[in-house]
């Protein structure tokens, strides 16, 4: 009976010993793959039997088996390449998919767009993310990621920011509109546009009108407003910029405020003028123009208008957000690539094409945005390659063909030991 048993140990051994090669030629097959995880075999005993029944003590083994197999979620090597939309996973996540079979979940980053805009893996499953609102702000919806309109409507300014000083040093003295660069302290130029994006030049006089107290106007050349005279200026907007005596702004009072241009726009556009925070608004005058002994002149300004526009180019940052850049210089965030996190990655199941589908080991995939909570971050512009070390790899081949042919010398001795039982009767 022990000659025979000895048979089927070394049948176990055969077969732990193949499966153990097939799951390391799995590694050295896909040690080229992007986002592979190598996978390691283990074995335990089988039962074995005891010679003195239920009270234990002497047993015997009966061979060995497969128990599991391991999957490594070890970081790969991040490469870089030139395609935007290639994407590596620094740390712990999946990038999430929508496939045939529900949700799938994957390392392998290199994704592209379709014909209809959709950000796609290799295999046309769509990725999902985190929705920008019509603002360009991230909302929490998740959902396809995909490229919007490819041209954007024209926006009216609506508001302008300055930042400056005014010269406190500056005489009194009384604006007139038809002799405006005389009769003004300082004036700058910025350019607005009304709501069909025609762009507006706006000159913009400051004068002096008392101590700490300064006047503005917003002037356009009569060719650009309705019922207006080329070469004659056109006011469209005033107010009032008050200091205190250590020369913050105080106050601003808006006068009057209607832009009538010309070919085809709206009437009466208002557009706000903001010199910054005052200190009846609670600032403490860091944030707004000034009224110093210095020489007048604009820090900055800004206008939040725009001309219609196409799509000029795409770019992922690493915080995976995709940003569309217009040709008229505006940029417009249209979404986030979501990161998957499971309290178990080593209970996914595989389902080939790189993906894993969630299991209950695995439990759920949490979708969230990169680098929060315990989720890895996002590199643009790069690919995760596979984790496997081919150096391991062959001493693993090497171990599991001395594993097999030992596993064969214990089946050829006991053919041996059992042909010579039949010579004894012989």
């Known amino acids: 009976m022990g000659i025979l048993s ?8 055969l077969h732990a010993s193949g499966q153990s090669m097939s799951v390391v030629g799995d590694n050295i097959a896909n040690a080229n793959t992007y986002g592979f995880k190598a996978s390691r075999a283990e074995f335990q005993d089988q039962l074995a039997r005891s010679l003195k029944g239920i009270d234990g003590g002497d047993q015997i083994g009966t061979g060995t088996k497969l128990a599991h197999i391991k999957p490594n979620f070890t970081q790969g090597n991040v490469m870089r390449t ?35 805009g959709n ?28 490229l919007g309109n490819t041209t954007i409507p024209a926006k009216a300014s609506s508001e302008i920011k300055m930042s400056m000083n005014l010269d406190s040093r500056a005489k009194v003295q009384q604006f007139d509109p038809k002799n405006a660069s005389e009769t003004s302290n300082y004036s700058t130029s910025v ?45 469209m907007a005033k107010g009032q910029l008050k200091f205190n005596d250590k020369g913050l702004l105080d106050e601003e009072v808006k006068v009057s405020n209607s832009f009538n241009f010309n070919e085809g726009a709206a009437p009466g556009q ?41 799509l000029a180019s795409l770019s992922f940052s690493d915080d995976a957000v995709l940003t569309a850049v217009y040709s008229n210089g505006v940029t417009k965030d249209v979404a986030q690539v979501a990161v998957a996190k499971f309290d178990n990655s080593e209970g996914l199941l595989k389902m080939g094409k790189n993906l894993f589908k ?23 512009k790069s690919i995760e390659q596979s984790n496997v070390d081919i150096a391991t790899e062959f001493i693993n081949l090497m171990t599991a063909q001395r594993n097999f042919q030992a596993n064969t010398r214990t089946i050829t001795t006991s053919d041996q030991m059992l042909n010579e039982v039949f010579n004894i009767k012989r």
């Open 6 to 13: 000895s048979f089927n140990i070394g049948v176990t051994g």
């Open 191 to 235: 350019t607005a546009y009304d709501n069909v994006g025609t762009a507006r030049v706006l000159t913009v006089y400051f004068n002096k009108t008392a101590p700490n107290v300064w006047e503005y106007h917003a002037m356009v050349d009569g060719k650009d407003a309705a019922n207006g005279k080329e070469g004659e200026l056109v006011e």
């Open 270 to 310: 208002e557009i706000k003028f903001d010199f910054g925070q005052t200190l009846k608004e609670g600032g403490d005058g860091s944030l707004a123009s000034t009224q110093y002994g210095s020489k007048s002149s604009v820090a900055r300004h800004s206008q939040d208008g725009f001309t219609a526009a196409t």
């Open 82 to 116: 030139e395609n935007i939309t290639d994407m590596a996973m620094d740390g712990n996540g999946f990038f999430a998919a929508e496939t045939p079979f529900g949700k799938g979940y994957t390392r392998d980053g290199s994704f592209h767009f379709d014909k209809e």
């Open 358 to 380: 969630e299991t209950r080991k695995s439990g759920q995939g949490v979708l969230g945005q990169p680098g929060v909570d315990g989720r890895g971050t996002i590199l643009s």
């Open 119 to 146: 950000l796609i893996t290799g295999d046309n499953y769509k990725v999902l993310g985190f929705q920008a609102d019509e603002q360009g702000k991230m909302t929490n919806k998740v959902g396809h990621i995909k």
